[in-house]
């Protein structure tokens, strides 16, 4: 089945399953996420246009190898007719001279060829208003290989076309894991928002009850309150990013419905063990986009240099007129078919070729230099975005024994501040602790996804971040 078709077939099971959920929510999966975006993607679909536009410039290149076949038509006034003169005296003066020699110094006969001599004979070639329709056609058979080359530069344009569609499907898989995971990433600290004014809010009622007793003061139950509103604000803040990561996701996914909310399904994830860097940093040397790139504009750059040395050969082709219709054109005169074979050679052009060829060269080598850059440059960021990863990984190891820690220490607060044993305070600070580090735990999830996406992006290899996922 094609691939497209079964996009659309996805995206239609999904938009079909809406109404199954409350409130317009869907649940959704990244790998569901992943195929809705490739179907219904602005940009993708405009790299698929520049795909086509790439194969149609193919096309245009390999016109050069069939005939030209032209309509020509033409309506001529002369300012005089066309005719052959021809005095008649080249042919009465070699007659008077023979006559001579028999009937010497006759008056009457010399008369008569000097009176016929003097007249010009007109004979009508074409009149002076003469029109023609015509069809001429010409087929280069010899152009110095500029054809080889040109059908291998439209060849080459195509392929760069997909290494773009690639690279901007690999920039939207990694926009769609920064939303996607980003809205999963709020999500969870909107949970845990939601759980931090629960409590503070809970305390806030203990401490109610614990003054009307008499034992706390009033400024303590004051301070349990501030610190419930600001936890009540944090959680409003946190529902508001999870609002605007929303929008962002369904822009990627071409979602209009603004009531309709997306609920990802698929967990911040981490993994144990990566593959060394090495091997990152060879993978990116065979499979990224932009070296790829650069490299068939090396190639191009390359049939361009032929192309220009081709310019000191001559262009040989085959030729031919055919008259479909003439007035005042006489068929002895101009023959109604031509056929022939002609050749064309630039023999010196300004040093222009030399020139183009220099250019060539020098677009060569700088092409070059460009990808040993690039090279280099996605080096730096590969060493930059693994290390980015392992420190996400050391700090979710560091703040799982601080989760673990903080919250046996809210427990014990808690437990205490009813006793009368705690103040306020403590359990104030040992929820803003809890809270603190298990949002924290969930932004090193978060950076650990993103750097890894942007890893194999840079890679040329997005596509697997499912494994990773898996």
């Known amino acids: 089945m094609n691939t497209r078709l079964q996009h659309a077939l996805i995206i239609l099971l999904l938009k079909l399953s809406i109404p199954l959920f409350a409130q317009n929510q869907m649940n959704l999966s990244f790998e569901d996420a992943i195929s809705m975006m490739q179907a219904d993607n602005q940009s993708l679909k405009i790299a698929d ?20 076949l032209q309509s020509s038509g033409s309506y001529i006034h002369l300012s005089q007719k066309v005719e052959v003169r021809q005095p008649l005296s080249a042919y009465t003066d070699p007659v008077k001279s023979y006559i001579d020699q028999f ?11 000097n009176d016929i001599g003097s007249w010009v004979l007109r004979v009508p070639l074409a009149p002076s208003n003469v029109s023609s329709i015509n069809v001429n056609a010409e087929w280069v058979i010899f152009s110095g290989g500029k054809r080889f080359r040109a059908t291998k530069i439209g060849h080459t344009m195509v392929k760069m076309a997909h290494e773009n569609r690639a ?9 769609l894991v920064e939303a996607y995971y980003g809205l999963q990433l709020a999500q969870q600290v909107v949970k845990v928002r939601q759980d931090t004014y629960n ?22 139950r004051l301070f349990a309150q501030v610190n419930m509103d600001e936890a009540n604000r944090f959680l409003q803040d946190a529902l508001k990013d999870e609002g605007i990561v929303q929008n962002t996701l369904k822009t990627i996914l071409n979602i ?39 490299e068939l504009q090396q190639e191009i750059s390359k049939q361009q240099t032929r192309i220009d040395r081709s310019g000191y050969l001559p262009n040989i082709a085959f030729f031919g007129t055919q008259t479909l219709w003439a007035h005042g054109l006489q068929k002895n005169l101009v023959p109604r078919t031509i056929l022939g074979v002609g050749f ?25 230099l460009g990808k040993e850059k690039a090279k280099d440059d996605l080096t730096i960021l590969i060493d930059q975005l693994y290390n980015q990863m392992q420190k996400a990984q050391d700090n979710v190891k560091a703040l799982n ?9 809210v ?40 750097a890894l996406i942007n890893l194999l992006a840079t890679c040329g290899v997005p596509e697997q971040f499912s494994m990773y996922n898996n």
């Open 49 to 68: 246009k520049e795909i086509e536009i790439a194969k149609a410039e193919k096309d245009k290149l390999n016109a050069f190898w069939y005939p030209t």
């Open 103 to 113: 009937l010497p110094n006759n008056a009457l006969i010399d008369g008569i060829l």
């Open 167 to 175: 690279q901007v499907d690999a920039t939207q898989r990694a926009a």
């Open 199 to 220: 409590s503070l809010k809970k305390h806030y009622e203990n401490a109610l009850k614990l003054e009307a007793n008499g034992m706390i003061d009033k400024a303590a």
């Open 256 to 294: 209009e419905d603004e009531s309709f909310m997306i609920q990802p399904t698929s967990a911040l994830f981490m993994n144990d063990v990566l593959p060394s860097k090495d091997e990152f940093i060879q993978t990116m040397q065979t499979e990224n986009y932009a070296i790829a790139g650069l």
């Open 344 to 368: 064309t050679w630039n023999l010196f052009d300004g040093l222009e070729r030399e020139k183009r060829i220099r250019q060539s060269k020098l677009t060569s080598q700088t092409l070059i």
């Open 411 to 450: 427990r014990m607060r808690k437990k205490a501040f009813i006793e009368g044993m705690a103040t306020s305070t403590e359990v104030i600070d040992a929820e803003t602790l809890l809270s603190t580090v298990k949002v924290a735990q969930l932004a090193a999830f978060y950076e650990y996804d993103v």
């Open 401 to 409: 024994s601080s989760i673990a820690l903080s919250e046996e220490l």
